[in-house]
């Protein structure tokens, strides 16, 4: 493994200027760069074709409407050919049943964004709970995390005049009553964390100039950030603030009147109110009332005494060696625990029954991944149910806490062929000998075919687990041509738990590359692949994933697509939300942790062309408005190993933020781009 270059200070950096957004200098340098990658790749043969396939897909009036209830109405937001930004819509459940819904408009986006002369991209509308005909539509300008916030009236379908409204920024909003919200946003010089987001948390009532809302809480200028919000329960209604001090660090405060009370919960766990009950989840071991609590489990006990001193919970989950909690659902009467087990989902229900909880497992149809989430915010006992797999298409559900009993709502069609495909899961040994499974989908003759293109995808960070699921696109654009198409559950995920993920944090991030090396070895051990047929794919921390793996190991692929990526870790926690995950990668400023970060920082470690060995053909992708992971670690890498002589495309969308792009036409074209670029280098 070369060593970094920890003598280069950021300041000398020659390629700075690329981090400058709007510069024209940047923006001629990406023109430039859009125009090679665009003139190769779009000239494909296959381009065109390919892109007017995902276009297809994409726009399907067959695509599942996935909604989500409110005061009786079913929501779902909505894009196809004709709603190129999207339409808001509501309808009934016995109109949703049918085969053919008739939906009514709530908000055109396009229509909207005409009068308005904006690029808005929807962001997500909360609700008045549990009833109220208001709530806060947020818009964002080409899909960026900074959004304007507007109150709107449900009842008449318009934003009400005089009513809520903030501008841009990164704000966090939440209903208290019809005429009052907890609010976070930029409120002037200092009123934001290092990290970019709320640091102030106000109440803020109608009527009243912004300026002069009160303020409930402050958080420190290095924490990440701070919200508050009101539990709507009925009987039950809490108000709460949270402190986020880092990305797995937390205080939770209860709001009485203008007191916060602490909840004495673990820094590291999770906690939420569940009525009568709070419910903990534990990301450390704890010791706690003459118990040894796991890390991983899941705990509840009863609200007030827990506040008031009383430690007597009870284990609704507790992991196993190849299990782990992977989601929960609210229901009105019950806890749905979604959990993992050997990265295969299963689903228990948990009822509190004159005051204990009991556990049912919930029989389910065969599938390998599942979703679950509540019908309501607050008042019924059902829950939407999704299952699918590699293969099988998503089939939606409605289903009833207590029973096994549900009713199948939509399914997807197929959209690809998948004649012929099996899935397989195999492990491969990480030099540490801990044994890191993955699964490969495939031509069941693939092992009498020999080595086949092989697209290896992975994210390793964040406790985000990668499960089976349908990839419309990836099957479309890949499976049915023959490639083989590799999902790699490696640690930093979640796949088994906190202890997964903490294996890879900080100082310990080579085991999350060492783990993708192993994949990548272990499929050409096998047979089912070559170095040279081998494609690398991730993005975000997944960007980072591949582009540390591909500085490493170059001899070990033959193309990368770095998507949306950090690269620069020396000045990542420098660039807007960068430093909100120093949790996971630690502060580079502190000498000790910039030793065992400037050993895999791709940017650092590029070595030139010249110094022997085969290295990959890189496709850079990125958006102008990403205002999470800058544009410019992309940019930069891309500049940096141009310089040094290696084969690079890049290609920057100027809308879409960390998506990387805002509507079905700019997704189509940029997985067609991509998915062209890995046709041509691995030969399928």
């Known amino acids: 493994m070369p060593t970094p270059s920890q003598t280069v200070a950021p300041d000398s950096d020659p390629y700075l200027w690329l981090e400058e957004v709007d510069g024209e200098r940047a923006r001629d340098w990406v023109r430039a760069q859009n125009g090679l990658a665009e003139g190769e790749l779009e000239a494909d043969p296959g381009f065109a074709v390919l892109r007017t396939r ?31 930004r999207g339409i808001w819509r509501r309808t009934t459940l ?63 379908c318009r934003f009400v005049e005089g009513g809520f409204v903030l501008e841009e920024a990164k704000s966090d909003v939440a209903w208290i009553d019809r005429d009052t919200l907890f609010v976070g946003t930029d409120f002037g010089p200092g009123s934001m964390t290092d990290s970019g987001y709320p640091r102030i948390v106000k109440r803020w009532r109608r009527g009243q100039p912004l300026a002069e809302a009160a303020t409930v ?40 009147g203008d007191t916060l009370a602490k909840v004495p919960k673990p820094e590291d766990a999770n906690a939420f109110a569940l009525r009568s009950q709070i419910v903990i989840e534990l990301r450390s071991d704890w010791e706690t ?44 009467d019950a806890l749905l625990l979604t959990l993992l087990d050997n990265v295969s989902n299963r689903l228990v229900e948990q009822r509190l029954v004159d005051g204990r909880w009991q556990a049912r497992d919930v029989g389910l149809p065969g599938s390998r991944a599942v979703e679950t989430w509540a019908y309501d915010a607050v008042g019924s006992n059902r829950y939407f149910l999704t299952v699918n797999g590699f293969l099988e298409p998503a089939t939606l559900y409605l289903a009833e806490a207590g029973s096994d009993t549900r009713e199948s709502l939509k399914t997807l069609p197929a959209f690809f062929d998948a004649g012929g495909l099996t899935v397989r899961q195999f492990t491969a040994a990480s030099p540490d000998g801990t044994r890191v499974p993955y699964f490969a989908v495939m031509k069941e003759d693939t092992a009498l075919l020999g080595p086949t293109p092989t697209v290896l995808y992975g994210y390793g960070g964040f406790e985000v687990s990668l499960k089976p699921a349908y990839g419309a696109i990836s099957g479309a654009a890949w499976l049915e041509r ?23 944090l900080k100082e310990n991030r080579q085991r999350a590359f060492d783990d993708f090396i192993a994949v990548a ?164």
């Open 54 to 84: 995902l276009k297809g897909i994409l726009d399907s009036t067959d695509k599942i409407p996935y909604p989500g209830g409110h005061a009786g109405l079913l929501y779902n937001f909505w894009r196809d050919a004709v709603h190129v």
């Open 94 to 156: 016995e109109e949703y049943r049918q085969a053919a819904p008739g939906w009514e408009t709530v908000i055109d986006l396009d229509l909207l964004a005409g009068e308005e002369g904006e690029n808005w991209v929807w962001g997500g509308a909360s609700f008045l709970e549990p009833d109220g005909e208001r709530c806060m539509v947020s818009l964002s300008r080409g899909g960026g995390d900074a959004r304007v916030l507007r109150e709107f009236d449900l009842s008449t």
């Open 217 to 256: 809480y402050e958080a420190q200028r290095d924490d990440l950030s701070a919200s508050g919000w009101r539990d709507a329960t009925p009987g039950f209604e809490r108000d709460f603030v949270q402190r986020q001090i880092g990305f797995y660090s937390s205080e939770l405060f209860v709001l009485q």
């Open 289 to 332: 009332g003459g118990r040894r609590y796991p890390q991983g489990a899941l705990l509840a006990t009863g609200f007030d005494a827990f506040l008031a001193g009383a430690r007597d919970f009870q284990l609704l989950f507790e992991p196993g060696p190849g299990t782990s909690l992977d989601g929960l659902t609210v229901t009105r």
């Open 482 to 504: 023959g490639g083989v198409y590799v999902l790699a559950n490696i640690r930093g995920g979640g796949e088994f738990g906190p202890r997964w993920h903490q294996a890879a």
């Open 521 to 684: 070895e272990d499929l050409v051990a096998r047979g089912i692949t070559t170095p040279r047929r081998l494609g690398i794919m991730g993005g975000s921390n997944g960007g980072l994933l591949v582009g540390a793996v591909m500085v490493q190991r170059p001899e070990l692929f033959g193309a990368v697509v770095c998507q949306v990526p950090l690269l620069d870790m020396r000045r990542y926690h420098r660039l807007l939300a960068g430093a909100s995950w120093m949790g996971e990668y630690g502060d580079p400023d502190i000498p000790a942790q910039w030793e065992a970060i400037g050993r895999y920082s791709p940017y650092q470690n590029v070595r030139r062309r010249t110094e022997g060995g085969h290295w990959p053909r890189v496709l850079f992708t990125t958006s102008t408005r990403d205002d999470r992971v800058h544009p410019g670690h992309a940019r930069k890498m891309a500049a940096r190993m141009r310089e040094y002589g290696h084969d690079v495309l890049y290609w920057e969308n100027t809308e879409g933020g960390h998506a990387g792009a805002a509507d079905n036409a700019q997704i189509a074209r940029m997985w067609a781009l991509t998915w062209t670029f890995l046709h041509r280098q691995l030969g399928l």
